[in-house]
């Protein structure tokens, strides 16, 4: 089973529209992070947002809001009024205290590829 | 300073021969990590430093990948006896000094196995 699970391959809106891309994440530990990133067509991965497993709160960040919620273990997050600009490949990923030492090791989804039509 | 580098962008090598890329991490950065992202795929994690010391290792793919960080600054990944299969994008980052802090990529290294 996968750790992350990002259901939506590719996601095509027009400009100015809302869209959110969903993140379901799996994990037996109580302390973990979770992340997201993007990835433009230039390939250099940007990261975006990170959160840990003890604050649910809400964020928002200019157009970009995250919405963290244990119960259903899923980290969504929702690009309002979309841009051209925010075209790219974004990655959902968990970062769980499972390698030596209890090291943190992340687990990236296979990521949603957004277009955005002008 | 101005990012994760990694040298070179583009390696083009036959099946059979070995390849080594190198990753210098942001300076202030202890720990150093090791991706391999194949198209359509996240990236998926091989190895990590923490300075010098590698504290996981035991995802790399097989015996023919190995990586150094010998003075704690910059990292070395090496494949020996490369197959076809390892044509990939090898992606270096570095965070501080614990992993649940946000990492920061390089542009990565595109291997093409011929």
């Known amino acids: 089973a996968q750790k992350v699970t990002q259901a939506q391959t590719e996601i095509s809106v027009v400009e100015k529209e809302d869209v959110t891309l969903d993140c379901v994440y799996e994990t037996r530990d109580t302390t973990y992070y979770l992340f997201w990133y993007k990835q433009p067509p230039s390939g250099e991965l940007v990261f975006l947002i990170r959160r840990n497993s003890f604050d649910e709160q809400n964020e928002i960040s200019g157009r970009y809001s995250w919405n963290f919620q244990k119960s259903t273990s899923s980290f969504n997050f929702t690009i309002t009024a979309s841009q051209v600009v925010d075209s790219a490949v974004y990655f959902c990923?968990?970062?769980?205290?499972?390698?030596?030492?209890?090291?943190?090791?992340?687990?990236f989804g296979r990521g949603t590829s957004l277009i955005v039509h002008p | 300073d101005t990012g994760v580098s990694q040298n070179p962008r583009h390696k083009i090598t036959k099946r059979g021969q070995n390849v080594t890329f190198r990753c210098d991490p942001i300076s202030e950065h202890n720990r150093l990590y090791w991706y391999r992202q194949t198209l359509g795929q996240g990236p998926e994690f091989l190895t990590y430093f923490q300075n010098e010391a590698q504290l996981e290792k035991s995802r790399l793919l097989s015996d023919r990948f190995s990586a150094e960080r010998p003075k704690g600054s910059f990292s070395t990944l090496e494949i020996q006896r490369t197959e076809q299969g390892d044509s990939a994008m090898y992606l270096c980052a570095s965070s501080l000094a614990a992993g649940e802090y946000e990492q920061y990529f390089g542009p990565g290294t595109r291997l093409t196995v011929t």
């Open positions: 990923a968990l970062s769980e205290g499972l390698g030596a030492g209890g090291s943190y090791i992340p687990t």
